[in-house]
C-alpha cells in the first residue's frame, strides 16, 4: 500500500529506536533483562508497526498499526521517565527524547488522520 520506507514518521521512528539503543548501552547491567530489555522492545515496535500498516490491504488496518506505534510510543516515554527517576538517563537526554517522542506522536496522528 505505502513505501513505508519513504514515509517521514517510519524515518523518524527509525531514529528514535536508534536513541533509544545508545542511551540503554549505558544502563547497569543488572537492568540488561528489566528495564533496558522493555525499553528496546518498545523502540522496535514504532517502526515495525508502521512498516507493518504500511503494508496492510486498506486504511482501517493501517490506522491500527498507527495507533498500537503511537501506543507504544508513550509507553517508551514513561519508561524513560522511570529511567530519569532511577538516575540512568540525564535530564537533557530525557529532554530530548521526550521531544522526539511528542513529534513522533503528533507525526502518527496527523498520518492517522489523514487516512480517514
Same mark, same amino acid.
Given at each position: 500500500?505505502?513505501?513505508?520506507?519513504?514515509?517521514?514518521?517510519?524515518?523518524?521512528?527509525?531514529?528514535?529506536?536508534?536513541?533509544? *539503543?545508545? #542511551?540503554?548501552?549505558? &544502563?547497569?547491567?543488572?537492568?540488561?533483562? =528489566?528495564? /533496558? %530489555?522493555?525499553?528496546?522492545?518498545?523502540?522496535?515496535?514504532?517502526?515495525?508497526?508502521?512498516?507493518?500498516?504500511?503494508?496492510?490491504?486498506?486504511?482501517?488496518?493501517?490506522?491500527?498499526?498507527?495507533?498500537?506505534?503511537?501506543?507504544?510510543? *508513550?509507553? #517508551?516515554?514513561?519508561? &524513560?521517565?522511570?529511567?530519569?527517576?532511577? =538516575?540512568? /538517563? %540525564?535530564?537533557?537526554n530525557l529532554n530530548t527524547i521526550s521531544s522526539?517522542?511528542?513529534e513522533l506522536q503528533k507525526m502518527l496522528f496527523?498520518?492517522?488522520?489523514?487516512?480517514?
Amino acid at each position: 500500500m505505502h513505501q513505508y520506507k519513504e514515509l517521514k514518521v517510519w524515518q523518524k521512528a527509525m531514529s528514535i529506536t536508534k536513541l533509544t *539503543y545508545q #542511551l540503554c548501552a549505558g &544502563f547497569p547491567d543488572n537492568e540488561r533483562y =528489566g528495564l /533496558v %530489555s522493555q525499553m528496546r522492545r518498545a523502540a522496535v515496535s514504532l517502526p515495525s508497526n508502521i512498516a507493518e500498516g504500511a503494508g496492510r490491504n486498506s486504511k482501517p488496518e493501517f490506522r491500527q498499526f498507527l495507533a498500537i506505534a503511537n501506543g507504544s510510543a *508513550y509507553e #517508551l516515554e514513561t519508561q &524513560f521517565l522511570l529511567a530519569a527517576s532511577f =538516575g540512568y /538517563v %540525564s535530564e537533557e537526554n530525557l529532554n530530548t527524547i521526550s521531544s522526539q517522542l511528542t513529534e513522533l506522536q503528533k507525526m502518527l496522528f496527523g498520518l492517522q488522520k489523514s487516512l480517514t
